[in-house]
C-alpha cells in the first residue's frame, strides 16, 4: 500500500534493510515502551534513506503503533531530522549572540556567496546543505560552524574558504 503525502503525493512505502532491521530489533529491545524507541528508530530511519519522509513517518508510527501525527511532531521538533532531501554534506553555521558577535553573519554570507544557495538550500551538484543553529555550544571559540559531526571553530573567511574547498572538490 502505498503513503500518500500532505499536498496528495504518492511515496513508496519504506523498509529497512535486513541488517538495520536487527538494528531496530536491538533499539526495541532496550526500551520499556516502544513509544521510547521513536528517536533512535528515526534516525536509523534518516541514516538509510538520508531524510525523514511521509513514509519514513508512517513506517516508524506503525511499527511502534503511534499515530502519524505523534512521529511527526518529533520530527519537527528537533532540527537533527531532515524534513527534506539534503546533500551529502551538511553545513550548519551558529548564529548564536556569541557567534554574532564575532563575525558569524559574515561567515554566512560567505558560505552562501561561495556555495551559490541561501540558508536550507542544496548546491545544484547535492554535495552541500547550508543551515544555521541557534546554538552549537562552542560560545568560547566563536564564530564556529559544524560540518557534519565536525566543529571548526575560530573561524576566519580563509579557513572557511579552505572547508568549503575540501567539501565541494
Same mark, same amino acid.
Given at each position: 500500500?502505498?503513503?500518500?503525502?500532505?499536498?496528495?503525493?504518492?511515496?513508496?512505502?519504506?523498509?529497512?534493510?535486513?541488517?538495520?532491521?536487527?538494528?531496530?530489533?536491538?533499539?526495541?529491545?532496550?526500551?520499556?515502551?516502544?513509544?521510547?524507541?521513536?528517536?533512535?528508530?528515526?534516525?536509523?530511519?534518516?541514516?538509510?534513506?538520508?531524510?525523514?519522509? #511521509?513514509? $519514513?513517518?508512517?513506517?516508524? *508510527?506503525?511499527? +511502534?503503533?503511534?499515530?502519524?501525527?505523534?512521529?511527526?511532531?518529533? @520530527?519537527?521538533?528537533?532540527?537533527?531530522?531532515?524534513?527534506?532531501?539534503?546533500?551529502?554534506?551538511?553545513?550548519?553555521?551558529?548564529?548564536?549572540?556569541?557567534?554574532?558577535?564575532?563575525?558569524?553573519?559574515?561567515?554566512?554570507?560567505?558560505?552562501?556567496?561561495?556555495?551559490?544557495?541561501?540558508?536550507?538550500?542544496?548546491?545544484?551538484? #547535492?554535495? $552541500?546543505?547550508?543551515?544555521? *543553529?541557534?546554538? +552549537?555550544?562552542?560560545?568560547?571559540?566563536?564564530?564556529?560552524?559544524? @560540518?557534519?559531526?565536525?566543529?571548526?571553530?575560530?573561524?576566519?573567511?580563509?579557513?572557511?574558504?579552505?572547508?568549503?574547498?575540501?567539501?565541494?572538490?
Amino acid at each position: 500500500m502505498k503513503t500518500t503525502l500532505q499536498g496528495g503525493h504518492d511515496e513508496a512505502p519504506f523498509a529497512l534493510t535486513p541488517e538495520r532491521e536487527k538494528e531496530a530489533h536491538a533499539i526495541l529491545s532496550r526500551y520499556p515502551n516502544k513509544q521510547a524507541a521513536c528517536i533512535p528508530l528515526l534516525h536509523l530511519c534518516q541514516e538509510q534513506n538520508g531524510w525523514v519522509s #511521509g513514509a $519514513v513517518i508512517k513506517y516508524v *508510527a506503525d511499527r +511502534l503503533e503511534l499515530t502519524t501525527a505523534h512521529v511527526q511532531g518529533v @520530527v519537527t521538533f528537533y532540527t537533527l531530522f531532515n524534513q527534506h532531501p539534503v546533500g551529502k554534506h551538511q553545513v550548519w553555521v551558529c548564529r548564536t549572540l556569541s557567534c554574532a558577535l564575532r563575525g558569524s553573519d559574515a561567515v554566512l554570507h560567505h558560505c552562501e556567496k561561495r556555495l551559490g544557495v541561501h540558508v536550507g538550500e542544496t548546491t545544484k551538484d #547535492g554535495k $552541500v546543505t547550508l543551515r544555521t *543553529a541557534e546554538c +552549537l555550544a562552542s560560545c568560547g571559540t566563536a564564530p564556529m560552524m559544524q @560540518v557534519d559531526k565536525d566543529f571548526h571553530e575560530n573561524l576566519t573567511i580563509e579557513k572557511v574558504d579552505e572547508i568549503l574547498d575540501r567539501l565541494t572538490r
